[in-house]
């Protein structure tokens, strides 16, 4: 008899998660993996050691025993753990690509939130499409959601908002990890960044209520990330929350040797909040913009009117012109059909559903240059100089992504914006302009204290400069321009 088969288990007592009235098979596999667990202690000691060596194996990558293991047994493919996650999740979960990739070989089968841990998107997408609103539901790992930010989406997490994924979405409400967290908690520090940026300029609660009072606040202050710490800042989170030990985040900046975070959480009250409330308040006449009843058409349809939004003019018009009433669309991410071509540039699908009666916010009026109704917005609410757009754009964006116009960017700075406060992940405006060769628009944000040698990491997780990214779209003046300034290499 094998070691493997004969090593005794500590926890041979203490039950594992299962689906009920299932086969011993459907138990232990990923077709069990929605909803409906209970408590079921393994049938014998000997099936749990068995397990307890096999999951062993998978956490530690070791390939050769992993195989073994099956050759004896191949129903273990089956295993789960005490948490009800597959071997092949625990095998993602401890990094472990090359026994994913076993597991897989042998025969295990992934669901949609598997597939969104391993990022498999093709496959994530042909099972989300066949089950529409599995997403959604409860899961050993969380939502798809939650499963992709384990999984370091990144910038792809774009495609859970897009198969009807909620950021917000907590099926057993604080028990339920929240997804900002669990992308501030994965391993690699540049990843956690981004898929937090990410959530958060997406709709994601800033502030969502954690069982343990542990905040993504905590997390990001805790881990030095200073441009998240100070995203969460602006869009709203606690800084007065107390974990479970009674520590606020400043507490954890402090313990962690972080003096920048430490010293942005002293000064927070200088830090400008969020605002949005132009985004959806008048319409292109300056009448109060209506809310439409889009309960007839799903979810779906909706992110796909969004989706086309961005670059696809005919797609945009043949949908408003049988619906009229999707010109008004807002997606998952709280994009609306309008921003999103507003921020790609794309005037004439903006001209188009402004004419359908599509809202017209601060963020869009400024990519169309249109200063008059920018100046009204503006001496309505002065706090909208701090308004974002769509996925958290700030608002100094818009005259470069409308094509570079000095007016409206003066309009803006004479308004109280500040090009080195208005950016994510530490782009600016600059870095915008110099990477599509807008030689006056970045002479003139020169002028008005914009850093040249600050380093952003909204299009690169590694970070770029504006000269790099002059230098990326082979812009020599602008090149030029930024070296005479001071930018180095």
């Known amino acids: 008899m094998t070691h493997e088969s004969t090593v005794a288990n500590r926890e041979s007592s203490r039950p594992h998660l299962v689906k009920s009235r299932l086969s011993r098979r459907a138990l232990l596999s990923g077709s069990a993996a929605t909803a409906g667990w209970v408590a079921v202690v393994p049938s014998s000691a000997h099936e749990v050691s068995v397990r307890e060596v096999f999951l062993g194996a998978v956490r530690a990558g070791d390939s050769a025993r992993v195989t073994r293991l099956l050759d004896t047994d191949s129903g273990l493919i089956y295993t789960r753990d005490d948490e009800n996650r597959s071997a092949y999740a625990v095998a993602l979960l401890a990094g472990r690509s090359e026994v994913s990739k076993l597991l897989l070989e042998r025969g295990h089968r992934p669901d949609a939130q598997e597939a969104a841990l391993a990022l498999d998107w093709p496959l994530f997408e042909s099972l989300a499409q066949k089950a529409p ?57 540049l990843t956690a960044e981004i898929t937090a940026s990410s959530l958060l300029g997406n709709g994601a609660d800033a502030n969502p209520e954690e069982r343990d009072g542990r905040s993504p606040l905590h997390v990001a202050a805790e881990r030095g990330f200073l441009d998240l710490v100070e995203a969460l800042i602006r869009k709203g989170a606690s800084i007065e929350a107390r974990d479970e030990m009674g ?117 869009t009026a400024t990519v169309r240059d249109d200063r008059r109704r920018m100046a009204e917005l503006l001496a309505e609410d002065p706090l909208r100089i701090h308004e974002r757009g769509a996925h958290d754009f700030a608002l100094l964006w818009y005259p470069v992504l409308g094509g570079g116009s000095i007016a409206a960017a003066e309009l803006l700075v004479k308004a109280g914006a500040e090009i080195e406060t208005q950016h994510v992940l530490g782009t600016t405006a600059l870095h915008l302009a110099a990477g599509r060769g807008q030689l006056d628009m970045v002479d003139f944000l020169c002028e008005h204290g914009a850093d040249v040698n600050r380093v952003g990491r909204f299009h690169d997780a590694k970070g770029l400069t504006p000269l790099q990214s002059a230098e990326a779209g082979d812009h020599g003046q602008v090149v030029k321009l930024l070296r005479d300034r001071g930018a180095v290499a």
């Open 133 to 189: 609103g599995i997403v959604n539901l409860d899961h050993p790992l969380g939502t798809a959601m939650v499963a992709a930010a384990r999984g370091g989406a990144g910038r792809d997490i774009w495609r859970i908002y897009r198969q009807g994924g909620d950021p917000n979405v907590r099926p057993r409400g604080k028990d339920s990890p929240s997804a900002v967290r669990v992308a501030l908690e994965h391993r690699d520090p």
């Open 247 to 363: 520590r606020s985040p400043r507490d954890l900046a402090e313990a962690g040797g972080h003096p920048r975070v430490v010293e942005l959480l002293a000064r927070h009250r200088r830090i400008p909040r969020d605002c949005w409330s132009s985004r959806r308040a008048y319409d292109v006449h300056g009448e109060p913009f209506e809310e439409p009843d889009l309960s007839a058409f799903s979810v779906l349809r909706i992110e796909d009117v969004v989706g086309a939004a961005h670059f696809n003019h005919q797609s945009t018009v043949a949908s408003i012109q049988q619906f009229p009433v999707l010109a008004k669309a807002q997606g998952l991410t709280t994009e609306g059909a309008v921003e999103a071509c507003a921020h790609t540039g794309q005037l004439p699908i903006v001209e188009d559903l402004l004419a359908a009666g599509a809202p017209y916010s601060l963020p």
